[in-house]
């Protein structure tokens, strides 16, 4: 006979229900709790796991900063100022980005952002026009900006793309509001991310070796007792991109010293992985 009490699960869930309003009603809680009251929800199949993962990622956000996530200067995939349009067209179908930063001199001055459609608007009209009479204005941010204020500011100005600068206002690498819904929404995983490594250097065999793109060439060196230059580029991705002169794609080879570099994975944005065979 019943005495009248609620089912043995309604204690929990009112429970459940009084922490989320305390929370929302502003009353103090920490993030750890937050995330157990949302941990719960989803255990509860108030919130399924594709949405308290991208809670999860709104919150990591808040704590993140560019620098974090930039890509590169080294990686970067950049059209001079004084280009012709014409000159440039191959570059832009080869890489298929919807924006370039133009730099002056090197890949420290950014000068302005080329907008894809406005290459193809203007070269319509006047291929002898140069990148600098059609380049935008760029959008400089500090390696230090949170990425939830990055996003804020890229939904209120409609952009798209920041130049990450450095404590001397030179450029450090890039951001594309892309990237910060990545941390959000999380990675596309493809065929090739189970090889991906974590460490920088990985070794597979008595002289093989997978390395992630982002080796600084300073550690590289030190590691393999090398003196590969690092003057212009920062990382072993950057190298092998000024050596072949193009953004490489898979299964391409280069060969500096007595070092064989392969590239294992790449996008159209930069690489990822490589193989290295020492002779």
């Known amino acids: 006979m019943s005495d009248g009490n609620p089912p043995s699960s309604q204690p929990h869930q009112k429970s459940l229900i009084e922490r989320i309003g305390h929370f929302l009603s502003g009353e103090p809680q920490d993030q750890e709790d937050l995330l157990e009251i949302l941990r719960e929800s989803q255990e509860k199949h108030l919130l399924d796991s594709d949405a308290l993962s991208m809670m999860e990622g709104v919150m990591h956000v808040a704590e993140m900063r560019v620098r974090d996530i930039m890509i ?11 280009a012709e349009l014409e000159t440039i067209f191959p570059l832009v179908v080869e890489f298929a980005h919807s924006r370039f930063p133009v730099i002056e001199e090197d890949r420290s001055k950014v000068v302005g952002i080329l907008l894809a459609k406005d290459l193809l608007a203007h070269a319509l009209r006047d291929k002898s026009l140069k990148v600098e009479d059609v380049m935008r204005p760029v959008n400089l941010v500090p390696e230090s900006k949170r990425l939830n204020v990055l ?3 890229f939904r209120t100005e409609r952009n798209h793309m920041a130049i990450v600068v450095d404590e001397y206002g030179n450029a450090a690498g890039l951001v ?3 990237d910060v819904l990545e941390q959000i929404v999380g990675k596309i995983e ?3 991310d189970d090889d991906e490594v974590q460490e920088f250097i990985s070794q597979r065999g008595e002289k093989e070796f997978i390395l992630n793109a982002l080796t600084p060439i300073e550690e590289f060196n030190e590691y393999f007792s090398a003196d590969l230059e690092d003057d212009e580029y920062d990382t072993i991705g950057g190298l092998i991109v000024q050596r072949l002169e193009h953004f490489p794609k898979k299964g391409e080879k280069v060969e500096i010293g007595d070092f064989g570099f392969e590239v294992l994975r790449a996008d159209n944005r930069r690489v990822h992985l490589l193989k290295l065979k020492i002779k």
């Open 72 to 82: 590169p200067r080294s990686q970067m995939v950049v059209v001079p100022r004084e």
């Open 151 to 153: 996003l804020k500011e």
């Open 176 to 178: 594309t509001i892309e």
């Open 190 to 192: 493809d065929e090739h």
